[in-house]
């Protein structure tokens, strides 16, 4: 199974910038693919940005042109790092692993932006 760390998160004002890490206990190159949800209390978990072994990407509409999903395949890393951050951004974030037929989470990372 695949174990998921994530990093990153904080307090930032509207308009800043965070980056948040994921770091797998297995080669990214071997996932099918990685992606970053959120999850607001009392609320669904979204998928905010995925990217495929293959290299494609998926943006939830609200973020696109904001948040830009990468990977580090050396460092067995994905990233998102996530600009022009609004308030309605603020969510726990969660990093997502799918091997196969399974899937798998990270514990979460706290975001919160202030207006």
């Known amino acids: 199974q695949v174990q998921l760390v994530e990093s990153g998160g904080g307090l930032v004002q509207a308009g800043g910038s965070l980056r948040l890490s994921c770091a797998a206990s297995?080669?990214?190159?071997?996932?099918?693919?990685m992606g970053w949800y959120r999850q607001g209390p009392g609320k669904q978990r979204v998928l905010v940005a995925r990217?495929?072994?293959?290299?494609?990407?998926n943006y939830q509409d609200s973020v696109k042109g904001r948040f830009t999903i990468s990977r580090d395949n050396a460092k067995n890393t994905v990233y998102l790092q996530m600009n022009s951050l609004k308030p309605e951004d603020t969510s726990v974030y969660y990093c997502n692993a799918v091997w196969g037929d399974d899937f798998y989470w990270g514990q979460g990372t706290q975001v919160t932006v202030s207006s």
């Open positions: 990217i495929t072994s293959d290299g494609r990407l």
């Open positions: 297995e080669k990214i190159a071997s996932i099918n693919a």
